[in-house]
């Protein structure tokens, strides 16, 4: 299982980056695929989620609005797409796969994530 997150990089507030999570080594179009943060000095969080038919999707409050998830199983990849990007949202970001095929969630965790890309850094400056 390999997920490979990238896009980051240096962009002024308000403005918009796109990042993308290209996976392989499992049967992409059964799971579900998540967007988690870790900013400096802090623990991760989740940001964003979509299911496996990409018919359901979940954000965190702090980016409702702002971002959007999509996928496009047919190129094994999930967006985020960030929009109106604050100070705030530096951190590095992770795509995460979850452990269960075929579950479509209420609410997303953590522990519902079993693999995880290596990250991509987005930086946001005032």
């Known amino acids: 299982v390999q997920l490979q997150a990238s896009g980051g990089g240096l962009v002024q507030a308000g403005g918009s980056l796109r990042l993308s999570c290209v996976a392989s080594g499992f049967a992409f179009d059964d799971y579900s695929i998540g967007w988690f943060r870790q900013a400096p000095g802090k623990e991760r969080e989740f940001v964003a989620a979509?299911?496996?038919?990409?018919?359901?999707?979940r954000y965190a409050d702090s980016v409702k609005g702002r971002f959007t998830i999509s996928r496009e199983n047919a190129k094994n990849t999930v967006y985020l797409q960030m929009n109106s990007l604050k100070p705030e949202d530096t951190a590095v970001y992770y795509c995460?796969?979850?452990?269960?095929?075929?579950?479509?969630?209420?609410?997303?965790?953590?522990?519902?994530?079993?693999?995880w890309g290596q990250g991509t850094l987005v930086t946001v400056s005032s």
């Open positions: 979509i299911s496996w038919s990409g018919g359901g999707t």
């Open positions: 995460a796969k979850a452990r269960t095929p075929l579950r479509y969630y209420s609410d997303y965790d953590e522990a519902d994530f079993g693999s």
